[in-house]
């Protein structure tokens, strides 16, 4: 099973200015937070670790069992898991098996990027769109492309537009203004859990 967790962190208070929000996080990332130069920036990442710090806990493993691996990404013995901010929503999904999720806000999309990271099918598909609709699709797809990244391990180290997204099953989740999109090695996948931090 696939779960997907979700927090607000527009209610929290900037580290800068009340640094014992911290309190029972990790050194390292206490110092992600601080290192953050924008505002909201340190509330995602700080939301990033009070929603990780809840999620584990209700799996029953410790935040102080984190590793790093060889790219830097935090694992932990027993689950796969994986964690997205955007505005003012963290997400965190986690499986036995490899997960990867991504969330961003639908704002403007940028249409060069479409040209550059998107195939001549999904180029094609975006054309039949416009305004909010185009914004929202083009999202669908971005995050469906992270998701799968993610997921993988790999980071955007390989040509997006002919990127073969297979063996691996997607859930989309809505919140309003924004576009979550899950991926895994499995098919089931579990309604999205709110988390109060």
């Not at 069992?65 to 505005?87: A, R, W, Y």
């Not at 999904?93 to 550059?116: L, N, T, W, Y």
């Not at 989740?173 to 579990?190: P, S």
Request: aromatic share 10%; net charge negative.
């Amino acid at each position: 099973m696939v779960y997907v967790y979700a927090t607000d962190v527009s209610s929290l208070s900037d580290p800068l200015e009340c640094p014992k929000v911290m309190v029972g996080l990790p050194i390292e990332r206490q110092k992600k937070i601080l290192n953050a130069k924008q505002r909201q920036n340190r509330l995602q990442s700080l939301g990033a670790g009070l929603l990780l710090n809840r999620v584990l806990h209700k799996h029953g493993i410790s935040l102080n069992t984190l590793k790093t691996d060889e790219h830097g990404k935090p694992t932990v013995d027993g689950i796969s898991f994986n964690l997205s901010h955007s505005g003012d929503y963290v997400v965190c999904a986690v499986s036995e098996r490899p997960v990867g999720c991504d969330i961003e806000q639908i704002k403007e999309a940028p249409k060069q990027v479409a040209e550059r990271a998107f195939s001549v099918e999904e180029n094609a598909y975006l054309k039949s769109f416009s305004g909010d609709a185009y914004n929202r699709e083009f999202f669908r797809i971005w995050t469906k492309k992270e998701s799968f990244l993610k997921m993988k391990g790999i980071g955007i180290r390989v040509p997006l537009q002919t990127l073969e997204m297979t063996e691996c099953y997607f859930k989309e989740y809505e919140i309003f203004g924004y576009q979550v999109t899950v991926c895994a090695e499995e098919n089931e996948f579990a309604e999205m859990c709110w988390v109060t931090i």
